[in-house]
């Protein structure tokens, strides 16, 4: 139960966080005029919309109260499990997503200035290294959670049920 919470309180923020990219990025996009910026809206909105319908999905699974011991440890164990390729994979439904829209808006706005000489290409490079630097911190920390977290209390539950089943 503890573990659901902080998961819950987890994707909680990270929705939050995607609805207010998608709302402040599709605001700028339509004060600016600015395509891209309806790119990066849309990710968020993916992003968004992901957690949640993964969050339902997983409640679905949840074991019910009067399950057995072995079937609740087997359901948490699912849970983990789940959460572990959540975040091993969170380049793909997360990062790639939101990458892509920030490379195309800060190529478009390159592509605009590109006789504005050699001040917006720089800007471009380094706007992309502190995305790309951004985006490996986040990976990481999503790494060291399940190597820290996630995979001790998977070794534990499987401990756990293999104990049940003797």
Known sequence: RAMERSLVG???VEV?????VTLFFGY???SQNEWSMYVIALCGL???VFLVVDRTIQRRRRPVSDDSLQACIQASLVQVNHQIWLLRNIVWWYLLPLAVGMVLLHGSR????RDAGLMPQIGLVIAVLVCLLLFWGV????QQAVKNSFEPRRQELESL???LKQ
């Open 139 to 142: 990976y990481w920390l999503n």
């Open 28 to 30: 700028s996009a339509k």
């Open 161 to 163: 049920l293999a104990s």
């Open 46 to 48: 993916f992003v968004g």
């Open 10 to 12: 987890r994707d909680l």
């Open 110 to 113: 390159a592509w605009k200035a």
């Open 16 to 20: 939050v966080a995607a609805a207010f």
